[in-house]
């Protein structure tokens, strides 16, 4: 198994996350995933949340393995409205973009079986960066 990157999650974001998924989106295979990247990350409080660094609410730039690159941000599913510019947290890509900062990359498994390398390659806008930690 390849090494994972680590990550960084403000600890606003693990209230909130822990909380979604002692719910039904806990029971889910992305669930558990994101449990597990919940229980490696650095949790550091919102005001100390480097700038580069991918937080729930931050537009980011990121390319898969397979050269698509995107532009998304990144929402809580009650906010994935279904629109081109939004990725679920409960999403397979949008799990692996949580905490990973600007030049990181990540092998995540996608439902299938198969595998595709998500690297963060810039960030428009972080709500912590932008003194907006509680959006």
Known sequence: ?????????SSLDYERLSALLA??????????ALEDELDRADIVEPADMPADVVTMNSRVRFHLGNGNIREL?????????????????LAPVGCSL???????????PLPD?????????GISYQPEAAGEPHR
């Open 23 to 32: 719910g039904e989106a806990g029971h889910s295979e992305v669930g558990r």
């Open 113 to 121: 079986g198969s595998h595709i390398v998500v690297t963060i390659d």
């Open 98 to 108: 949580l905490g990973m900062a600007v030049g990181q990359s990540m092998d995540w």
């Open 1 to 9: 198994m390849p090494t994972l990157p680590s990550i960084i999650v």
């Open 73 to 89: 941000t990144l929402v809580y599913p009650r906010d994935a409205d279904g629109s081109a510019d939004r990725i679920s947290i």
